[in-house]
């Protein structure tokens, strides 16, 4: 060690100094029992520093300007409702709300009507030392990842929902972020749990709208544990408006027989990095991913994908389909990792990108690990165009040729659009293709 | 209504119509028949204005206008239709959108006003049922997983909504079963009218049985050799083309 101050150093530097604060508040975990927990991460952190372009997982997605951002902590903002409004996709639906990464109790609605259901805030959680914590974790240390370490060491709310065995949730439950960081450059570690109880079935939706000016930093973990015949639909949805850099985690547990179906739309995002690292565990566990993502002006979105196949007879399907326009760069990256037991596994991977403009740039990765020998697995990447004879088809019907490039284009989208179940969610999605295109 | 005169077209540096001239007045329905490689599918596509296929010489007028200096949108909106040999599938987009999104760049053009989606959803039902497509169709995407003559009929339907004044039928009758052929026909046959004119297109006289044209031409390398009544139709199916392509010339 030398005692220049390399950019990097100076980075760690700061995140020490906001610890070292940190630790001395009630929010790092009240009586301190998560204390020792949040400090074995923080010195992960440290020795490791941010993922560079040396991490393989890494290579087109930088982290360089979030580390230029010293990571004060959010201060309590709030919002009135007439500025949530736009972004509540069903009045009707229960909804949890975060402003800035601190839950809401004003804001939010319904939580409490549905049997079965249990919801509450993080930091609600960390008051009552819920011990679901204390395992989700655990877990969270056996594979040590800088941001996952991150969220550890600095997370003060967030949500954990609960789902008590056979539990229907008959409607939808939204979860929605806004970001105003009022009061300037921010730092935020959302941390959220979602259980889902045997045979539960629900759907909720994650959705994330800027609705400030100034940057930020959100690093967010959702783990997911669903038990035997669970089966949740979850949608991360993109609202718009985002100033800032997001990264996101979700990590997904499935046991025997449960289902996950997850929808993820992203538009008019700046930087967004989302992973999602799932694990079938039991047998004739089924997870289906639909990811649609719509990039342009100079804006990065990465999503990385990661599937674990470790028992026979479980089923995974990923569709990513890509927009591009602008300076634009979209990586996707997706792995399906199948075990030596895991024979009888279907797995199928598509992944398509439409670029609009010369300088946008895709990069599409498959990539199967197979280590059974009776698997049925199969991937598929295309890259291009729109089609000359599309085009033309449509011009010979009279339409203009800036408006048959609209309708292609969004057509492409719509095959991904088209198969959201809920309708509230499938018109934002549309949205915000919408307000893209009237602005091309 | 179409007037071609000499004219010259070809792909990239494939000369395929060499000195086509042919005459069309409204009400008027011609077939235009020949082997593989005549040209058959070149002349519906330069009409149409497909931007792959090159004119070198010759004229095309259209209602007194000339038909080569249009955009192939212009020249529908102005009401020149092709039925594709080889539909073009478009996933996500829907029917009802798609033809609606149509209908109303041709009224744009005529000054009139937009459709919306009910008054329209109403005009397409009414002309579903005369081509006898299922109503469901007009909320699936465009041409996707439909088989051969489904495909067909859905172009026929789109010249049902789009009441052109020229139809060009580009081999209409591939790849249709006769249950699938008589189908078609009947909906063109529907669309007949003293103000509109047709052009069929086909290597077989099978679909000339049930769309029945005033004027039967032969095309052969790029050129008419040959014109009669609907009665030539029934020559050329029971001699073949050889008889009539001239001395000398390769087949």
């Given at each position: 060690?030398?005692?220049?101050?390399?950019?990097?150093?100076?980075?760690?530097?700061?995140?020490?100094?906001?610890?070292?604060?940190?630790?001395k508040?009630?929010?790092?975990?009240?009586?301190?029992?998560?204390?020792?927990?949040?400090?074995?991460?923080?010195?992960?952190?440290?020795?490791?520093?941010?993922?560079?372009?040396?991490?393989?997982?890494?290579?087109?997605?930088?982290?360089?300007?979030?580390?230029?951002?010293?990571?004060?902590?959010?201060?309590?903002?709030?919002?009135?409702?007439?500025?949530?409004?736009?972004?509540?996709?069903?009045?009707?639906?229960p909804?949890?709300?975060?402003?800035?990464?601190?839950?809401?109790?004003?804001?939010?609605?319904?939580?409490?009507?549905?049997?079965?259901?249990?919801?509450?805030?993080?930091?609600?959680?960390l008051?009552?030392?819920?011990?679901?914590?204390?395992?989700?974790?655990?877990?969270?240390?056996?594979?040590?990842?800088?941001?996952?370490?991150?969220?550890?060491a600095?997370?003060?709310?967030?949500?954990?929902?609960?789902?008590?065995?056979?539990?229907?949730?008959?409607?939808?439950?939204?979860?929605?972020?806004?970001?105003?960081?009022?009061?300037?450059?921010?730092?935020?570690?959302?941390?959220?749990?979602?259980?889902?109880?045997?045979?539960?079935?629900?759907?909720?939706?994650?959705?994330?709208?800027?609705?400030?000016?100034?940057?930020?930093?959100?690093?967010?973990?959702?783990?997911?544990?669903?038990?035997?015949?669970?089966?949740?639909?979850?949608?991360?949805?993109?609202?718009?408006?985002?100033?800032g850099?997001?990264?996101?985690?979700?990590?997904?547990?499935?046991?025997?027989?449960?289902?996950?179906?997850?929808?993820?739309?992203?538009?008019?995002?700046?930087?967004?990095r989302?992973?999602?690292?799932?694990?079938?565990?039991?047998?004739?566990?089924?997870?289906?991913l639909?990811?649609?993502?719509?990039?342009?002006?100079?804006?990065?979105?990465?999503?990385?994908?990661?599937?674990?196949?470790?028992?026979?007879?479980?089923?995974?399907?990923?569709?990513?389909?890509?927009?591009?326009?602008?300076?634009?760069?979209?990586?996707?990256?997706?792995?399906?990792?199948?075990?030596?037991?895991?024979?009888?596994?279907?797995?199928q991977?598509?992944?398509?990108?439409?670029?609009?403009?010369?300088?946008?740039?895709?990069?599409?990765?498959?990539?199967?690990e197979?280590?059974?020998?009776?698997?049925?697995?199969?991937?598929?990447?295309?890259?291009?165009?729109?089609?000359?004879?599309?085009?033309?088809?449509?011009?010979?019907?009279?339409?203009?040729?800036?408006?048959?490039?609209?309708?292609?284009?969004?057509?492409?989208a719509?095959?991904?659009?088209?198969?959201?179940?809920?309708?509230?969610?499938?018109?934002?999605?549309?949205?915000?293709?919408?307000?893209?295109?009237?602005?091309? | 209504?179409?007037?071609?005169?000499?004219?010259?077209?070809?792909?990239?540096?494939?000369?395929?119509?060499?000195?086509?001239?042919?005459?069309?007045?409204a009400?008027?329905?011609?077939?235009?028949?020949?082997?593989?490689?005549?040209?058959?599918?070149?002349?519906?596509?330069?009409?149409?204005?497909?931007p792959?296929?090159?004119?070198?010489?010759?004229?095309?007028?259209?209602?007194?206008?000339d038909?080569?200096?249009?955009?192939?949108?212009?020249?529908?909106?102005?009401?020149?239709?092709?039925?594709?040999?080889?539909?073009?599938?478009?996933?996500?987009?829907?029917?009802?959108?798609?033809?609606?999104?149509?209908?109303n760049?041709?009224?744009?053009?005529?000054?009139?006003?937009?459709?919306?989606?009910?008054?329209?959803?109403?005009?397409l039902?009414?002309?579903?049922?005369?081509?006898?497509?299922?109503?469901?169709?007009?909320?699936?995407?465009?041409?996707?997983?439909?088989?051969?003559?489904?495909?067909?009929?859905?172009?026929?339907?789109?010249?049902?909504?789009?009441?052109?004044?020229?139809?060009i039928?580009?081999?209409?009758?591939?790849?249709?079963?006769?249950?699938?052929?008589?189908?078609?026909?009947?909906?063109?046959?529907?669309?007949?009218?003293?103000?509109?004119?047709?052009?069929?297109?086909?290597h077989?006289?099978?679909?000339?049985?049930?769309?029945?044209?005033d004027?039967?031409?032969?095309?052969?390398?790029?050129?008419?050799?040959?014109?009669?009544?609907?009665?030539?139709?029934?020559?050329?199916?029971?001699?073949?083309?050889?008889?009539?392509?001239?001395?000398?010339?390769?087949?």
């Open positions: 060690m030398t005692d220049t101050k390399t950019p990097e150093n100076e980075t760690l530097e700061n995140y020490r100094r906001s610890f070292e604060a940190f630790e508040t009630e929010l790092c975990g009240e009586g301190g029992w998560l204390c020792p927990e949040r400090r074995s991460a923080f010195q992960r952190f440290e020795q490791n520093g941010f993922p560079g372009s040396k991490d393989e997982e890494w290579r087109y997605t930088r982290l360089e300007s979030v580390k230029k951002m010293v990571p004060k902590s959010a201060a309590t903002a709030s919002v009135d409702l007439k500025t949530m409004e736009p972004y509540v996709l069903d009045p009707a639906w909804r949890a709300v975060f402003v800035d990464g601190v839950y809401q109790p004003a804001l939010s609605a319904g939580l409490e009507d549905q049997k079965g259901l249990r919801v509450m805030s993080l930091a609600e959680a008051r009552r030392h819920e011990p679901q914590l204390a395992s989700g974790l655990r877990e969270a240390r056996l594979k040590p990842r800088a941001l996952t370490d991150l969220n550890t600095f997370f003060t709310d967030g949500i954990e929902i609960q789902l008590a065995a056979g539990t229907h949730l008959e409607k939808p439950l939204q979860v929605l972020s806004l970001f105003l960081f009022a009061e300037g450059e921010r730092a935020i570690h959302p941390r959220n749990l979602i259980l889902a109880g045997p045979g539960s079935r629900a759907a909720i939706i994650q959705s994330f709208a800027g609705i400030g000016s100034n940057s930020y930093f959100s690093n967010g973990l959702t783990e997911v544990r669903l038990s035997e015949k669970a089966r949740l639909d979850h949608y991360v949805l993109q609202q718009g408006g985002s100033q850099f997001q990264t996101a985690r979700g990590e997904i547990w499935l046991e025997k027989e449960s289902r996950y179906e997850t929808f993820m739309v992203s538009a008019d995002t700046p930087f967004f989302y992973e999602i690292d799932a694990v079938l565990a039991g047998r004739q566990a089924g997870l289906q639909h990811g649609f993502y719509l990039t342009a002006g100079n804006e990065h979105v990465d999503q990385n994908v990661l599937i674990e196949h470790r028992v026979p007879e479980c089923t995974s399907g990923q569709v990513m389909k890509g927009i591009l326009d602008g300076h634009s760069r979209l990586v996707v990256r997706g792995k399906v990792h199948v075990y030596p037991d895991a024979q009888k596994t279907d797995a991977q598509t992944m398509k990108n439409l670029l609009l403009s010369r300088d946008a740039t895709a990069d599409a990765q498959p990539q199967l197979i280590y059974a020998d009776d698997v049925k697995c199969t991937h598929g990447t295309a890259i291009g165009q729109l089609e000359d004879d599309a085009i033309f088809y449509l011009k010979s019907r009279g339409i203009e040729a800036d408006e048959a490039r609209r309708i292609l284009t969004r057509g492409f719509m095959e991904v659009l088209e198969k959201i179940p809920l309708e509230p969610v499938r018109r934002a999605a549309e949205a915000a293709l919408g307000a893209h295109f009237r602005e091309v | 209504m179409l007037e071609i005169k000499n004219l010259h077209a070809g792909i990239e540096d494939k000369k395929i119509l060499k000195g086509f001239n042919l005459t069309v007045k009400g008027e329905i011609h077939a235009i028949m020949g082997p593989n490689g005549s040209g058959k599918s070149t002349l519906s596509r330069v009409l149409a204005g497909h792959a296929y090159q004119v070198t010489a010759g004229e095309v007028s259209y209602q007194g206008k038909l080569l200096e249009m955009s192939a949108e212009t020249r529908a909106q102005e009401g020149v239709f092709m039925a594709f040999q080889y539909p073009t599938e478009i996933p996500g987009v829907s029917n009802a959108y798609f033809l609606r999104a149509a209908v760049a041709v009224r744009a053009r005529r000054g009139e006003p937009e459709m919306d989606a009910v008054e329209f959803l109403d005009v039902k009414r002309k579903m049922k005369l081509v006898e497509m299922d109503p469901a169709f007009a909320s699936r995407p465009v041409n996707a997983g439909f088989s051969g003559g489904e495909k067909k009929r859905n172009e026929i339907l789109q010249m049902a909504v789009l009441e052109p004044k020229l139809a039928l580009d081999e209409t009758d591939s790849g249709l079963d006769i249950d699938a052929l008589r189908v078609v026909a009947h909906g063109v046959n529907q669309l007949r009218s003293p103000e509109r004119a047709m052009i069929v297109v086909t077989y006289q099978r679909l000339l049985d049930y769309i029945v044209p004027y039967v031409h032969v095309l052969l390398d790029g050129k008419i050799v040959k014109s009669g009544g609907k009665e030539l139709a029934l020559e050329l199916e029971a001699k073949g083309y050889d008889w009539i392509r001239p001395v000398g010339s390769k087949v």
